[in-house]
Structure formats: C-alpha cells, structure tokens
C-alpha cells in the first residue's frame, strides 16, 4: 500500500513539473482542443402542408350483379371474359331462343284468335244496341251480345298479356351490360342451365375505384369533400378528391371511411391496401434537417452553440416530416443556428470548430425564401 502511494505521488509531480515547464496558454490549448468540426445551419420558416395519414382498401365504386331472368334454358353463347371492357346493353351472353320463339309464335296465334272473336262479338253487340229502342232486339238478346262482347275482349286482353310475357322472356334470352365498365367476374360457361336469379357475371361499373381512408374521429374534424388526397400503394402514386365521408364511426373500431375518388387511369387494382395523405390547409413551420436531430433517452434534441463555441443539448418537440425536414413545434427559436450533422457524437459542453455557418440576415429569416 505504502508503495502504491508514492508510485501515485511520483506521477502527480512528474505532470506537474511537465505543464511547469509549459506556458500557460500552450496548457489551455492543450485542454480545450475542439472535439470535432461541424457546419451550422439555420431553421427554415416556410409554409407547409397540413395533412391527415390514413390507411385503407382500394375498392370498386360500385359493383353490377348481371344474373339469370330465366331457368331451365341452356346457355348457349358466353361472348365476354373477366377483365373485359364492355359497353352500356352490350350482349354478355345467350340462351337458347328456339323454344321460346315457338312459345312467340303460338300467342301471337292465340292474339290473332282472339281479336277475331272479339271483333264478332262487338259488332253482334253494336247491332243489338242500334235495334233494342226501336224494340227490335229484346232486352236478354242485348244483355247476352253485350256479355260475350266483354268476356271476348277480356280473353283479347289475356292473349296480349301472353304475348308481351312470352316476348319478354324472348329478350331476356340475351344477357346485356346495364352499365360500361369491366367484368370481374364471371360464372357463365357454355352449356349452363342456370336457375333464375344465378349470378352470371359481376361488372366494376364505369370501372371507377375509390380509396376508403379509414380516419379517427379527431382527425375527420378537418376532412371535408372537395380535398385533395394523395394515395400509395406498392411503390406507385395516384392523386384523388375526397368524394363523401360516412355519416357515423364504425362502433368496434371507433373510425369513420372517408371515400376518395380515383382517377379513370389510376395504376391501382381493386382489393389493394393503400396509405395516403389527405390535404387539409397549410400552416407556418420552422423546420430543421433531420441529420440535426439527436435522439437520446426517448427524447429528441438538437445541438446549438454558446458564445464560447461550445455545443448545448436543446430538447424540441417536433411535428411533420418532408422533403428530409422536419418541423420543430417548440424548444427553437429561429434565430438559432443548430449543428447540421453528427450532434449524436457531441456531448454536451464539447468546444467545436465551426467550419461552415449561416450568415446572420439568413439567421435571422430563417430561410422564408
């Protein structure tokens, strides 16, 4: 132990005698030799986008189910494929026509029966009505004429009702488009005999997209219809407008869907899950390069500089991100200068030589321009 103490001693002389033998201020520079050398840049003042982020699927605006109006007719003819581009009353499909063009035939038969009769039957009915004042048909003669008139103009009535249903279920042999867009599904093959009300085909009608933005409830304060909203998926972009929002939030997931337009040309398929930002205003921010952040403790900061060129730790609360900026919503003012990079490597306290800095008028603006 004894030892170990004059061993201390002896090395405490030794640097005494060493800085002795020095100057004074070859000591200090000694000491107070800069840690590292850093560029200073100044906060921007700019104005910048406020936006919403939100997630959610990419969806058809609207489907169009195309099912049977027949049953037990044979398809004869499936002329469209899925992904197909189809027209307003384009034929997607066919049954077969030929017994129901007899089932035509034979009530137009029956209409043409029938008008003959009742034709008879009203003229008997018309002579017997001229007659009866000058009492030249009885009373019970012009009662029966003007019984089988009625009941001949009802059978006239039923034969055309026949032949409208039959000619119906003759147009109905050809399954047409209601709407332009593009098939996105199909169940008809050659040969089916579908029931009535079988699905066929399911059209994207207009094939018109929208992007259903799942949004909290604090966030669809500033959301309104109008606004322009850019969505992203798998790496591609598209511009959009919101449409309309839903009138109530979902009870289990306490969010509301925003539904946003999509462009006719628009890069994305149905089903996709996209993120995006709705555009909602501008505001004022002061802004800084992220490499100027330095992230300790869970807390971020930034370093500035005393008048003794050494570096102090600030503590910000920082906002929105863009273009590798972000905005610093308190602890900077915007007249100070910051470190631009490599404030992680700096303790606070640390001297530092300052090899690139802001000129004071650009200081003082804050980079508006």
Not at 19 to 42: F, H, I, N, W, Y
Not at 87 to 102: H, N, V, W, Y
Not at 117 to 129: F, T
Request: one cysteine or more; aromatic letters at 4%; a negative charge.
């Amino acid at each position: 132990m004894y030892g170990k103490k004059i061993h201390a001693a002896g090395l405490a002389l030794l640097v005494s005698s060493l800085l002795t033998g020095c100057g004074d201020g070859e000591a200090k520079q000694a000491v107070l030799r800069p840690a590292m050398s850093v560029s200073m840049v100044s906060p921007q003042q700019t104005v910048w986008p406020i936006d919403v982020e939100a997630s959610g699927p990419i969806q058809p605006w609207q489907y169009a189910q195309v099912a049977s109006e027949l049953s037990g007719i044979k398809l004869t003819d499936v002329l469209v494929e899925v992904g197909q581009q189809v027209q307003a009353g384009q034929l997607l499909a066919r049954f077969d026509q030929r017994e129901i063009k007899t089932d035509v035939a034979k009530a137009q038969a029956t209409l043409a029966e029938n008008q003959a009769s009742y034709q008879l039957a009203h003229q008997q009915a018309e002579r017997s009505r001229r007659l009866q004042p000058q009492k030249l048909v009885s009373d019970e003669k012009l009662l029966s004429d003007e019984a089988s008139e009625k009941t001949n103009l009802a059978k006239l009535d039923s034969a055309r009702a026949a032949l409208e249903y039959q000619q119906l279920r003759l147009a109905r042999t050809e399954v047409l488009a209601p709407d332009a867009g593009v098939i996105s599904q199909r169940n008809a093959e050659l040969g089916d005999v579908p029931s009535l009300g079988e699905a066929l085909f399911q059209l994207i009608r207009q094939n018109r997209l929208e992007w259903r933005a799942e949004v909290t409830a604090a966030q669809l304060v500033n959301i309104h219809p109008g606004q322009a909203v850019t969505i992203s998926a798998n790496g591609q972009i598209a511009q959009g407008t919101v449409r309309s929002i839903a009138p109530a939030l979902d009870a289990s997931s306490l969010t509301s869907t925003v539904y946003v337009d999509l462009p006719a040309n628009t890069p994305f398929k149905a089903g996709m899950y996209a993120g995006g930002k709705l555009y909602t205003g501008e505001r004022d921010a002061i802004s800084v390069p992220e490499s100027a952040l330095v992230f300790r403790d869970g807390y971020q900061y930034v370093q500035v500089l005393n008048d003794e060129q050494q570096v102090q730790l600030v503590k910000v609360t920082t906002g929105r991100r863009m273009n590798e900026q972000v905005e610093v919503l308190s602890g900077l003012a915007a007249h100070q200068a910051v470190v631009s990079a490599g404030g992680a490597f700096l303790n606070q306290g640390d001297l530092v030589k300052v090899v690139s800095q802001p000129t004071i008028d650009a200081a003082l603006m804050g980079g508006s321009q």
